[in-house]
């Protein structure tokens, strides 16, 4: 029987995103500078960096300028730097201007960007510093020392959809390191075990979440303006929903069409999938996709919570960074460069911790002090309270942020500090209502969701356990059925979970293998029992340029 | 023994594939790429044979594409290949069996390989034949749709599937470039310590742009997607009636009678 395999590491970030590989490169640097010769390694479950990466996104380079100084020579895949920017009021058939942009909202010098194509690019500048990246390997677990953290098992690969070995099994394998990054993205599956094991939202706000579902569009040549930037609020969303859409001009004539939904509504029938395609009827959005064809489809989950929503950043041997730990800011619609900043002061602190021969949770400690006295926390803290005005609906939100504006971010004007909700805990019983009865799919412009999915080149191996883990079906069928109409079907933005009646009554099936890795589920079923663990390695979306 | 394994990097079947403009090809900005499957299986093969010699054997993977195949390459290097060579692109090429084992040809003969694998065709353009055109060019044995293999001394002996169910074992000398089909055995999966391990491994980069001649033999002239046409007759009267209208369409419309 083959054996585990046991790596010795140093450092070991957990996901090639923005914020671990910025992490990284700093890391290995700092190294390079003071002569240490520790190794720095990246886990990422993707079959290649990137195709698990998904972004509005308008990249502010603040970091980057930090990181790679000569960022202008280096030719970084950005789509363009933004050349103009729009931002309108949707009623149904109806497009208002904002009479007025605050300059927070303004995107002069930023880049349009794919974060696919920049992850990949990043992702090879670590490699040229001397980073190791693991592509296929999914983090399963923590291996601990007492309380302290000293590495990750990655999953076995080979077991099939009973539990049992096939032929061709492999064991996963430890990695110990001395310390571990998560930068998993949203809802990290290890974050979440480390959260709770650690009890890290202590007197924090709880996390709020928002979904981004979005479509990329091949139009004819030399209609889309790269650099091209246009946000909206109202339709579809109304005024009880939060969120809005994001409409980006890309290189080569792709046009980018995202929406962003609160994951804190209150009607169980919201659908962010449906409510993109909604966003689609509208007279001026079907003018901007005239003669278009999708080529690509894709969706994530985001951090909305803001700075009173970070968790205590560090514990003995591991620390969050980027998404994990909710490094956004919801205003600017931007997360990118602050995930980036946080995997940089990460690896200053490591590289302190390095050179201390210190990994306690003492020691690592600094990085809260280092992010406090960072533009990171000016940042955020400027903008603490704007998720939380929503609570009040779009007008709340709008006055609420407005007021933050001059006040340097209090809650109304007055208060240092709004409290927040869990999303799922605001949904009400017994009000499904549907707001989709009027779609029609026609698999050319408007998309049902397996059509979507279609266009995310998502593909699991199919023989093996679900990695969506629902912790008591039967609530399913009676409880969640009763009260809450089964919103799984609504809020799984890839059709994973579907209701089907057969001659035992009606059960749960869940369709794994279309999963985007969203973690929507995970955040948003209102009986807190879906857990989201990653399937095997290089399983899930095969996105190039979302 | 010096074995060679050529790798092929194909859009993966999972990516949305869209045809590029001028109809000659698909999207390559759109795809997600990875190794050829039955080339997968060629060199888990090959590995496998080397480790069973347990001498000083090596297994040399070779490649002809953009920068971004160096990714296959590297995959190879990581599951035990020994080295890698990666041969530039040579655009005008890309549809030709024949031309691409020209370039090959000319890349490899100088190693003196005494087995070549291959996968038994690629899944993007799906010819087969560069294998054994590579061989037939080396002066080797050519075999293909290879289900097993057992080395000899000085020679290899493979089990060939024929149709209908049907296998042949063939001996031949070595040297001798083999063709693999999908199935034969079951690829390993990189571990930690190999994907660290291929960074120190030799990748050489050849570009024979313009150092060879191409006798570039075909190409393609229009790809297109699959047009859906989809007639149905409901076939009505009493059963005799209808038996004997589905007797003359199953022998002069689809004519499989």
Redesign the interface.
Known sequence: MPER?I?DLDVLFVGAGPASLAGAIHLKRLFNESGCEASVAVLEKA??VG?HSLSGAIFDPRSLIELFPDYKDRNIPFEAEVKEEHMYYLMKGKKLPFPYVPPSMRHHGCYVTSIGKFTRWLGDRA?EEGV?I?C??SGTDFVYDGDEVIGVK?GD?GIDKDGERK??F?PG?D?HAKVVVLGEGTRGSLTKKLIQKFNLMENCNPQVWAIGVKELW?MPSGTVTPGYVAHTMGFPLGHDIFGGAFIYGMQ?DILDLGLVVGLDYQNPGVDAQHELQRLKTHPWIRSLLADGEI??YGAKSLPEGGWYSLPKLTVGGAMLIGDSAGFLNGQRLKGIHLAMKSGMLAAETISEAFAADDFSAASLASFTDKVNSSWLKNELWKVRNFHQGFDRGLLGGLINSGLGLFTGGRGWGIKDRLPSHHGHELMQKGTAEDRYADLEFDGKYLFDKVTDV??S???HEEDQIPHLHVHDMDICITKCTEEYGNPCEKFCPADVYEMVQDSDGKRLQINFSNCVHCKTCDIMDPYQIIDWVPPEGGDGP????L | MKLCVLVKQVPGSESALRIASGNTWVEDAAALFEMNESDNYALEEALQIKESLGNDSEVVVVSMGPERVQKVIREALSKGADRGIHINEIPEIKSDPFATAQVFANVIKVENFDLIFSGLQSDDVGSGQTGVILGEMLGMATATLVMATEVQEGSIKVKRELESGWFQWVSMSTPASITIQSGINQPRYPSLKGIMGAKKKEMKVVDLSTAVTIEKQQSFANIYLPIADKKTEMIEGNVDQMVSRLVDVLKTEIKVL
């Open positions: 395999e790596l079959s290649e195709a490699e190791d693991f296929g390997f990655t690969r032929p061709h492999e394998a990695i091949q080569n080529i690509a279609y266009y080149a998502t593909a095969g996105w190039v340029n």
